[in-house]
């Protein structure tokens, strides 16, 4: 008689594994599986600057479109305004308004004054008068640049330098 071998099972402890080890070993990738990630990688890397130009040509597509309505809408502008200037008394209209032209033996007036007092901002009123100022604009250029040159205080602390003009004869005081 053949003598029968025992083999006898002995527990072997593994070590502990955590949860994502566990679920990382668990997946089993057959061929087919990585056949069909590699092709749509490719697929992925093939198709997305096409795709991306794709989308540039339509953003272009709808911001042409959009040009076309503007001018289409210019268009129907122009053509109602050149309809208008087929209109004799819109001609007529215009001609008066614009050229100020009237017909022979009318008579056409013009205000020029209508009463109305213009002023400054500060409402003062505006002289008709010629007026020369009194200040010697070239001392005060001067002073200004040699105060800004030669001071050491703050741009807020300069106070401007009060510069007496010729009297009213000429001479200066």
């Given at each position: 008689m053949a003598r029968q071998q025992r083999t006898q099972r002995v527990p072997v402890r593994l070590p502990e594994q955590s949860a994502q080890a566990g679920w990382l070993r668990s997946?089993?990738?057959?061929?087919?599986?990585?056949?069909?990630?590699?092709v749509l990688?490719?697929?992925?890397?093939?198709?997305?600057?096409?795709?991306?130009?794709?989308?540039?040509?339509?953003?272009?597509?709808?911001?042409?479109?959009a040009e076309?309505?503007?001018?289409k809408s210019g268009v129907k502008d122009l053509r109602d305004e050149r309809a208008r200037w087929d209109d004799p008394s819109y001609i007529e209209a215009q001609a008066r308004e614009r050229l100020n032209y009237v017909y022979p033996g009318e008579y056409s007036y013009l205000v020029i004054d209508d009463g109305q007092t213009v002023s400054t901002g500060d409402g003062q009123p505006i002289s008709d008068q010629v007026q020369t100022t009194q200040v010697d604009w070239v001392r005060m250029l001067l002073s200004s640049v040699l105060t800004a040159g030669l001071?050491?205080?703050?741009?807020?602390?300069?106070?401007?330098?009060?510069?007496?003009?010729?009297d009213e004869d000429g001479s200066d005081e």
């Open positions: 997946i089993r990738l057959s061929g087919f599986t990585i056949a069909t990630l590699t990688v490719l697929t992925v890397v093939v198709l997305a600057p096409s795709l991306r130009i794709f989308v540039e040509q339509q953003q272009q597509i709808a911001q042409l479109r076309v309505e503007a001018q001071t050491d205080d703050k741009p807020g602390e300069i106070v401007a330098p009060v510069i007496q003009g010729p």
